[in-house]
């Protein structure tokens, strides 16, 4: 999204968000008329929570179904980087990777994968992804791969994610 967009979209987005709700300290038409006729007021029930949501993609926390991971594929990665924050990290004239801004918010697929802001991700499936074309291949070698394995790097210490991808 263009930036200078940004400060109007989110604009939108808080109208949206707060149309149709109370004032502070407002109450409605039907509370104001029972508290006049000396009655009391009534609050509405509230609705029972919203299930927590869960991800069909992963089937315990190390495999994902290939299903899933196609799916992700034949959207694109075009898609896919819409739903991610991500800076390169170049030093010194050269690439070392990519820094984790953020992940999808509220996301259950990415809830308690060990992936987090200022990560330095630094290699997938073995590859470095300096070049748009390595992502590219990378995306499209998903298709058919056993496994996803993302390297990162996080307070200097470096750690890898693993899982294995199944047909299912």
Same mark, same amino acid.
């Given at each position: &999204? ?10 939108? /987005? +808080? ?6 709700? +109370? ?22 029930? &509230? ?39 991500? =800076?390169? @990290? ?12 953020? /992940? ?29 074309? =390595?992502?590219? +291949? ?23 994610? @693993? ?6």
């Amino acid at each position: &999204m263009n930036r200078a967009l940004v400060p109007l979209a989110l604009g939108l /987005l +808080a109208g949206c968000a707060t149309a149709g709700e +109370a004032s502070p300290g407002s109450r409605p038409a039907s509370d104001v008329a029972a508290a006049a006729e000396g009655a009391p007021a009534t609050a509405a029930p &509230m609705p029972p929570p919203a299930p927590a949501p869960i991800c069909t993609a992963r089937l315990g926390g190390d495999r994902l179904r290939r299903s899933a991971v196609v799916r992700t594929i034949d959207a694109g990665l075009g898609a896919w980087l819409q739903t991610v924050s991500i =800076d390169p @990290k170049v030093d010194r004239g050269h690439f070392r990777g990519w820094i984790v801004r953020s /992940l999808p918010a509220g996301d259950a697929c990415y809830r308690d994968v060990d992936l987090r802001e200022n990560d330095l991700v630094t290699r997938v499936n073995g590859h470095s992804i300096e070049h748009p074309e =390595d992502a590219h +291949a990378i995306w499209l070698s998903l298709r058919t791969s056993s496994e996803l394995v993302v390297d990162f790097v996080r307070n200097d210490e470096t750690h890898t994610l @693993k899982f294995t991808i199944v047909d299912q």
